[in-house]
């Protein structure tokens, strides 16, 4: 029999997760100290948005609306848009399920950035790595969040330290990596017109929805 | 139910659906060109409207005041390949050192 390499187990994905698990744990903390004292939010619903939602991105900009005035429909549609990109992700690796429905529901939540990026790794996804990955992220997520609403607790108002600069630092960071081509650079500089324009003249939480828009930048060939 | 629950179960539910969406609903298949190229394109979209709103967003104004200089710092770490959270970090300490000063 010709040597084929071995069929990884959801252990190796564990294996292969540990060198990045600064990233959900330094990320989780984080989020639990901002959101426990975000403004409409609290350290319980913090923890079960992460135990939930399990995006980072999604869930930062979710609570930064909320804290910043807006509604509920902004603020939830702001956390959505930004998941939306799940749809994609999910689609690419739908076949390496196994299982009924029930389990590919269950195994399809722990898909994130990072753990689609690893079970990929290989030049084809593979189930053991997503899982063994993505579920070794969700735990260190959301028991990082819960240490760190306890963290903001002690820490006092984050407010004072200047957490909306921090908040602006994290999407300015998330939002590097899409801007190296074209495209990316045209419909974010759309995006920034479109906000500019409407934070003078509409509620807290309207200009980045209306921001949407410019994915229709898309559209063109 | 206070507003931050109403937004951790339409957020919650919304993100399941949709990493469920390929495993559960349509199996592998591919986005139609266009649309995949829009849905790509809504994460730097939605994260430059916030990093607007979150630096000059004010009560219904913009303004310019000491978190301009937080993510001025943040952007040199950004470029220096900081990780994210010392990038945050470094943005919240210039503005609140910028907060202290004025």
């Known amino acids: ?221 | 139910m206070s507003r931050g629950w109403i937004v951790v179960a339409l957020l919650g539910i919304a993100t399941m659906a949709f990493k469920a969406a390929g495993p559960v609903l349509v199996g592998r298949r591919e986005l139609p060109p266009r649309l995949r190229a829009c849905v790509d394109l809504l994460a730097p979209v939605m994260l430059t409207a916030l990093v607007v709103t979150q630096t000059f967003g004010g009560d219904e104004e913009l303004e310019l005041d000491a978190r301009v200089v937080g993510l001025g710092a943040a952007a040199i770490a950004i470029a220096l390949r900081a990780h994210i959270v010392v990038a945050m970090f470094v943005a919240g300490l210039a503005t609140a050192l910028v907060r202290l000063a004025v």
């Not at chain 1, 639990?32 to 999604?58: E, H, I, N, P, R």
């Not at chain 1, 753990?115 to 790794?121: D, P």
């Not at chain 1, 819960?146 to 630092?169: E, M």
């Open chain 1, 1 to 221: 029999m010709p040597d084929s390499p071995p069929r990884p187990r959801i252990r190796d994905g564990v294996r292969i997760a540990i060198p990045l698990a600064p990233s959900p744990i330094l990320f989780g903390l984080a989020f639990g100290v901002l959101a426990a004292d975000a403004s409409g939010f609290g350290s319980l619903a913090a923890v079960v948005m992460s135990a939930t939602t399990f995006s980072g991105a999604g869930q930062f900009a979710s609570v930064s609306v909320l804290d910043a005035g807006g509604t509920v429909v902004a603020a939830s549609l702001a956390g959505i848009f930004l998941s939306a990109r799940y749809i994609a992700i999910s689609m690419t690796i739908a076949s390496i399920f196994p299982g009924g429905r029930l389990r590919r529901f269950a195994e399809s939540q722990v898909i994130v950035d990072e753990s689609w990026a690893l079970s990929g790794r290989s030049g084809r996804f593979e189930w053991p790595i997503l899982v063994g990955s993505g579920a070794f992220f969700y735990v260190l997520w959301v028991v990082s969040t819960a240490i760190g609403t306890v963290l903001g607790g002690v820490l006092g108002n984050p407010n004072a330290l200047g957490l909306d600069a921090a908040f602006a630092a994290l999407f300015l960071a998330l939002a590097v990596p899409y801007l190296r081509d074209r495209r990316g650079v045209q419909a974010a500089a759309l995006a920034a017109a479109i906000t500019l324009a409407l934070v003078p003249v509409a509620p807290a939480g309207v200009p980045i929805v209306a921001a949407s828009a410019a994915c229709l930048v898309g559209l063109r060939r």
